[in-house]
Nanobody
Framework: QVQLVESGGGLVQPGGSLRLSCATS????????MGWYRRAPGKQRELVAN???????NYADYVKGRFTISRDNAKSTVYLQMHSLKPEDTAVYYC????????????WGQGTQVTVSS
């Protein structure tokens, strides 16, 4: 059974920081591309960042320089360190595990709420 469990969300003031974690089980973590996505109220889900099995990284333009994605293969966990948070970063943040073999495999966590407000 595949599980992706996010943690670390919460309420933070503008300019603050949070660190999200996504602990996985039931997958061979090292061969998956891991990613963070978010869905703000009234908007579609969008990519925040992803990190490939070879540690290549992609960031959405709106988080470059503020967010850092990383992975710990020994712990089967992916992280998202967020700094200089803005109210527009308020969203539910989802962890994703993706790979393509004979078919596409996509797994999602349940999401963790991040609220940036004074």
């Amino acid at each position: 059974q595949v599980q992706l469990v996010e943690s670390g969300g919460g309420l933070v003031q503008p300019g603050g920081s949070l660190r999200l974690s996504c602990a996985t089980s039931g997958i061979i973590f090292t061969i998956y591309r891991m990613g963070w996505y978010r869905r703000a109220p009234g908007k579609q889900r969008e990519l925040v960042a992803n990190i490939f099995s070879d540690s290549r990284i992609n960031y959405a333009d709106y988080v470059k320089g503020r967010f850092t994605i990383s992975r710990d293969n020994a712990k089967s966990t992916v992280y998202l360190q967020m700094h200089s948070l803005k109210p527009e970063d308020t969203a539910v943040y989802y962890c994703n595990a993706h790979r393509v073999a004979s078919r596409s495999y996509d797994y999602w966590g349940q999401g963790t709420q991040v609220t940036v407000s004074s």
